[in-house]
C-alpha cells in the first residue's frame, strides 16, 4: 500500500503564493499517477493537476499557467507550486496516487489533506 502526507497549506493574501507537499511512501513502485485534488467549502473534491511517471502532467483550466505539479524522485515527493492565488483556490487540497500491483490490480490513495486559504 501508498502513504500519502500532505504539507505546505496556510494562509495567503490574493496574489500569493504557496507550495504544497506530499510525501509518499510504502510500494513507491506500484505508482503510476500521482495527482492534487481540492475540496472547496460547499463544493465536490475536484482534480487540480495530474502527473504521470513518464512526466506526462495536466491541469485543470482554472489554475493552467499558474500551477505547476512536479515529482521529486529523489525523495519521492510530489509538489504543487501555486502562484497568482486567488480566493476560489480555497479549498483542502489533497495528494492522490493511483496504480496497481499483482495482488490489487488497481487501488486509489489519498492523503489527509492541507488547508489553504486566500483571502481577498
Known amino acids: 500500500q501508498v502513504q500519502l502526507v500532505e504539507s505546505g497549506g496556510g494562509v495567503v493574501q490574493s496574489g500569493g503564493s504557496l507550495r504544497l507537499s506530499c510525501t509518499a511512501s510504502?510500494?513507491?513502485?506500484?505508482?503510476?499517477?500521482m495527482s492534487w485534488y481540492r475540496q472547496a467549502p460547499g463544493k465536490q473534491r475536484a482534480l487540480v493537476a495530474a502527473h504521470i511517471r513518464s512526466g506526462y502532467t495536466n491541469y485543470v483550466d482554472s489554475v493552467r499557467g499558474r500551477f505547476t505539479i512536479s515529482l521529486d524522485d529523489t525523495n519521492n515527493t510530489l509538489y504543487l507550486q501555486m502562484n497568482s492565488l486567488t480566493p476560489e483556490d480555497t479549498g483542502v487540497y489533497y495528494c492522490?496516487?493511483?496504480?496497481?500491483?499483482?495482488?490489487?490490480?488497481?487501488?486509489?490513495?489519498w492523503g489527509q489533506g492541507t488547508q489553504v486559504t486566500v483571502s481577498s
Open positions: 492522490n496516487a493511483i496504480g496497481s500491483t499483482s495482488a490489487r490490480p488497481a487501488y486509489m490513495s
Open positions: 510504502g510500494s513507491i513502485s506500484s505508482i503510476d499517477t
